[in-house]
């Protein structure tokens, strides 16, 4: 079951950074069919939130209630983030401003602390993920003052208001271009439609929990039929641009692609596990889907400069593309190594202390 979505973060990953690879001059220009496939990476997004859901609802099983596991899971989980985010935010200042590529309006503040603000200005455009992550590990944690019991009827509660919240906002017109200077932030941040993947990732696993039985076939077939009906829609439907990956559509989002996500990590949870070397190799690379996913930006910048400023021609595009690829794997397997793994659990060990110290 882990392995099946270690391998599903990796691919998750890649696929985002594949879609922004798009917009650089050393990705080639691929068949039609394959094209589209990269211009649907945004997708990998509403993976990681379905999966973000599921490992949420994992983790917390057999966590008892009270302050103390509550604060415990909730500075645990926002170490996560933060040993991985911080010591890459300090190399994508050094690097911008080797590069003078730095904005002039970036806000590094928010893009340190990931708290909800003008998701523009941050220093790494993929960064603004992050603090969903964090609000919802904030509802997951006061969900663990609770008793077991009320736990998930308290989190299917919130998950209820938030989609009322959606349907009354996209009835008055609420998602629009302008919504991040117009609106407030419970129309984009609290009550957003993209919060409820995490939800559906959690309230789908606790499912599966009561009722193993099911086929991942099923759900296979379930996810490409919803993914099919999102391509459709995105492509018939009159939407503004950039289209369906924009936030003036999130609720579409949410409804048609998160749907697809939720179905499809279903079936990875359900997929046997195979027993092949090359199966646990993948698996082994989705420790890395962080690192890729914080880290490919800066490296496709690097890269262009560095293709641009040498003058070099590349006679096999699809080739360096590649290449390119297989770096950022490599650099995200030193960084999650050498760092982010490393600072990550003497993080978990501090908690652990502090908390066993706290009467």
């Known amino acids: 079951m882990i392995q099946s979505i270690q391998i599903l973060r990796f691919a998750a990953a890649l696929w985002v950074a594949l879609y922004h690879a798009r917009t650089y001059s050393f990705f080639p220009e691929l068949p039609g069919w394959l094209r589209a496939i990269a211009e649907g990476g945004f997708v990998g997004v509403d993976i990681f939130f379905v999966i973000s859901g599921v490992i949420m609802a994992l983790a917390t099983s057999n966590t008892p209630t009270g302050l103390r596991p509550s604060a415990q899971f909730v500075a645990t989980r926002f170490a996560r ?14 690097g911008l401003q080797a590069l003078g590529a730095m904005p002039p309006d970036v806000n590094l503040l928010s893009s340190a602390l990931l708290y909800p603000a003008n998701f523009s200005l941050h220093i790494n455009a993929v960064i603004w993920t992050l603090v969903y992550e964090l609000y919802f590990y904030l509802v997951i944690g006061a969900s663990l003052l609770l008793p077991k019991l009320w736990r998930d009827r308290a989190l299917a509660g919130w998950a209820m208001v ?4 959606v349907l009354y906002y996209a009835a008055t017109g609420r998602y629009r271009p302008d919504m991040f200077s117009q609106a407030t932030p419970l129309v984009w941040f609290y009550a957003a439609p993209l919060v409820l993947e995490f939800f559906a990732g959690y309230f789908m696993y606790r499912f599966l ?19 099919a009906t999102a391509v459709y829609y995105s492509h018939s439907a009159t939407l503004y641009a950039p289209g369906i990956v924009g936030f003036f559509h999130w609720a579409d989002r949410a409804l048609l692609v998160g749907a697809a996500a939720t179905a499809l990590v279903g079936a990875a949870l359900l997929l046997p596990t195979p027993q092949h070397r090359a199966w646990q190799l993948l698996a082994r690379l989705g420790d890395y889907s962080f690192a890729i996913y914080l880290l490919h930006l800066l490296l496709f910048q690097v890269v ?8 070099l021609d590349i006679p096999h595009r699809s080739l360096s593309l590649l290449l390119v690829l297989a770096v950022l794997v490599a650099l995200s397997a030193l960084y999650y190594h050498a760092i982010e793994h490393p600072l990550y659990q003497a993080c978990r060990r501090a908690i652990a202390r502090w908390v066993a110290r706290t009467p």
């Open 304 to 311: 262009q400069r560095a293709t641009t400023s040498l003058a």
């Open 81 to 94: 983030i933060y040993t991985g985010w911080w010591p890459a935010k300090l190399l994508y200042v050094v």
């Open 209 to 227: 929990q009561r009722h193993p039985q099911q086929r991942w076939y099923a759900w296979l077939l379930a996810s490409a039929l919803l993914g």
């Open 162 to 165: 938030i989609v009322a919240l």
